[in-house]
């Protein structure tokens, strides 16, 4: 269970690395990327960054964020207050792909029940 500082520090962290990448990474990607959640550890020391990509390769995307890793770092530090800054790890979600299939799949039988 995320506790109300937990809770503050991911919102904060996702709105961060959001404008962060908009700002500063967005050539770097060939289609959209967002960030979509971000959950940080209880001792704080690693946040756990989830992103979608649309339009785009998530490999490619992947390796962007992990080649980028330190410049998001180095702008979190001059934009957000945190008296130590978590490790980043980039993760796709696959909650939303998941989430993806499931509606194409209801798509699917409901055009086959027309």
Do not use: C, W
């Amino acid at each position: 269970m995320n506790t109300r500082r937990q809770n503050r520090i991911n919102s904060l962290l996702h709105r961060a690395i959001g404008e962060i990448i908009e700002r500063g990474l967005r050539k770097d990607f060939p289609g959209l990327i967002t960030i979509t959640r971000v959950k940080i550890s209880p001792d704080l020391s690693a946040a756990h960054v989830y992103y979608s990509v649309l339009g785009g390769d998530e490999d490619h995307a992947g390796r962007v964020l992990l080649y980028s890793r330190k410049y998001i770092l180095t702008a979190l530090a001059k934009n957000v207050r945190l008296r130590i800054l978590p490790k980043l790890i980039f993760a796709v979600d696959e909650d939303l792909k998941q989430a993806n299939r499931i509606d194409d799949l209801i798509r699917e039988i409901r055009k086959d029940e027309d």
